[in-house]
């Protein structure tokens, strides 16, 4: 399968890519980077140089390689979340399904993100509605709405991966877990700032297995315009829980009960077999060991 990926050298890409390795597939990653610099191998795969925000360069190319489907994980700036970055990102993006439209490329898995859903508590499945919490997933929302028409108008599959709290190697350092690993690593104790707060955290490497899932099933296969999927491990994991996994031990008190929302997998389990499999103190130990 020949497949075309935008944001391959980011931190979900990076996981993406070397699961779609192992597929033995034909990889097309558009970036600015050499990729011998950031992984341990480059088979099966070639570089598109350039980035989102000069299609017309590097159009040529992507249409020669005849991509049978394209991993859109792109999205410069994070974790700058403003709306004039959000509106870059999404208009960006817009373009990118236009011309994927426009060369005969007949399906797209995209990412998106657990905010878009920022005003619910409890389980949300693909159906829950929006609500989103922010500029970033306010585009994300606007993304997926043009993205089913853009799909109707070029018979373009859309297929959208909703990523939950996304942790695992190469995560950004001001992240909560690598945040606590360096505290713990200088000897220091956790400094939490909302000790009741919760999230849906899934492993890196548990989104990437059901990224190469989206991505190699048929478009044909898919109900048109658009499908979409949550990506979480199905269940929240607090702040309390999360710095025990790190340090060993108890160091925070809780007062009241955790709330937050969590995704509703069933529809990706019943579909792909698809389910988690690295917990919460699996995923921090090889975080720390890595």
């Known amino acids: 399968m020949k497949i075309f990926v935008t944001g391959g050298t980011g931190f979900i890409g990076k996981h993406a890519v070397a699961e779609l ?28 140089r350039g980035d989102l925000g000069n299609i017309e360069k590097w159009k040529g190319g992507l249409k020669r390689f005849k991509p049978d489907v394209a991993l859109h994980l792109a999205w410069e700036g994070i974790p700058d979340y403003s709306p004039e970055m959000s509106m870059k990102n999404l208009q ?70 909703r990523i939950f709290y996304a942790y695992g190697p190469g995560q950004k350092s001001a992240s909560l877990i690598p945040h606590l690993i360096e505290r713990k690593r200088q000897g220091l104790d956790p400094d939490v700032k909302n000790p009741n707060g919760a999230n849906d955290f899934i492993y890196v490497g548990d989104i990437a297995r059901a990224l190469k899932m989206l991505a190699e099933k048929p478009a044909a296969s898919y109900q048109p315009p658009a499908e979409s999927y949550n990506l979480g491990f199905g269940r929240l994991t607090g702040v309390k829980e999360i710095v025990k996994a790190v340090y060993g031990k108890d160091l925070i008190k809780r ?19 698809w389910k988690p499999k690295v917990k919460i103190e699996e995923g921090v130990k090889r975080m720390m060991n890595g």
């Open 21 to 48: 390795q192992k597929g033995k597939h034909q990889l097309l990653l558009l970036s600015r980077q050499d990729p011998k610099a950031v992984f341990k191998s480059t088979r099966g795969m070639k570089i598109l």
């Open 255 to 273: 007062k009241g009960k955790v709330q937050g929302f969590w995704a509703d997998i069933s529809k990706m389990q019943k579909e792909f077999g």
């Open 92 to 161: 960006a993006s817009i373009a990118l399904l236009r011309t994927l439209g426009e060369i005969g490329c007949p399906k797209v898995v995209i990412t998106g993100s657990s905010w878009e859903l920022g005003g619910w508590t409890g389980e949300v499945s693909e159906d829950s509605g929006f609500k989103p919490a922010n500029g970033f997933a306010a585009a994300k929302v606007a993304l997926y709405a043009m993205g089913k028409e853009i799909a109707k108008q070029y018979n373009l599959q859309l297929v959208w991966a």
